[in-house]
Antibody
Framework: QVQLQQWGAGLLKPSETLSLTCAVY????????WSWIRQPPGKGLEWIGE???????NYNPSLKSRVTISVDTSKNQFSLKLSSVTAADTAVYYC????????????????????WGQGTLVTVSS | DIQMTQSPSSLSASVGDRVTITCRAS??????LAWFQQKPGKAPKSLIY???SLQSGVPSKFSGSGSGTDFTLTISSLQPEDFATYYC?????????FGQGTRLEIK
């Protein structure tokens, strides 16, 4: 059974850097893309970015200038850093496994999310 | 970015009812659409991928259909544990985007 367990600081001041880590237990680490997704309180879901076991990344253009996602394959972990946070970055942050499902010889460009971490509430406040 | 629009935004139904939620993409996404269920304070749970394929362990009361720009999620015989918020997600192209959610409430 695949489990994602995440952790990181929950209270930040404006201009600080958000840092979260997600550990993957069970299943293969390679062969998937590993994503960060966030959800502001009472709002919908926003994809932040992803990384694979080789360190190849894709980021949401809306956050790209402030986001760094890294991977540690020796520990089956991946991490998120978001710089220069403001109150608008207050959200529950989730890590998730991205899976590519191909059928009939056709594959999507990206991934759907089949396993999620438990979420971490990050609050930005002075 | 591909915009995903769900309707309705909220829905009231009774135990035993059958309900349908719609998701529309701003451009064609083939069948690269997933559905999630989220309960308060919990992470989203995968229900359906490839528009109509049931995620392992998800009961067959959940079904999905559609292709191109228009998709539906149908839940038959609603039970108390089905009252939650449902999201669609397109994974046809970057960036991945989600619908705004449909809140399913008990009538």
């Amino acid at each position: 059974q695949v489990q994602l367990q995440q952790w990181g600081a929950g209270l930040l001041k404006p201009s600080e850097t958000l840092s979260l880590t997600c550990a993957v237990y069970g299943g293969s680490f390679s062969g998937y893309y590993w994503s960060w997704i966030r959800q502001p309180p009472g709002k919908g879901l926003e994809w932040i970015g992803e990384i694979n076991h080789s360190g190849s990344t894709n980021y949401n253009p809306s956050l790209k200038s402030r986001v760094t996602i890294s991977v540690d394959t020796s520990k089956n972990q991946f991490s998120l850093k978001l710089s220069s946070v403001t109150a608008a970055d207050t959200a529950v942050y989730y890590c998730a496994r991205g899976k590519r499902y191909c059928s009939g010889g056709s594959c999507p460009r990206t991934y759907y999310f089949d396993y999620w971490g438990q979420g971490t509430l990050v609050t930005v406040s002075s | 970015d591909i915009q995903m629009t769900q309707s309705p935004s909220s829905l009231s139904a009774s135990v035993g009812d059958r309900v349908t939620i719609t998701c529309r993409a701003s451009q064609g996404i083939s069948n690269y659409l997933a559905w999630f269920q989220q309960k308060p304070g919990k992470a989203p749970k995968s229900l359906i991928y490839a528009a109509s394929s049931l995620q392992s362990g998800v009961p067959s009361k959940f079904s999905g259909s559609g292709s191109g720009t228009d998709f539906t999620l149908t839940i038959s015989s609603l039970q108390p544990e089905d009252f939650a918020t449902y999201y669609c997600q397109q994974y046809n192209s970057y960036p991945v985007t989600f619908g705004q959610g449909t809140r399913l409430e008990i009538k």
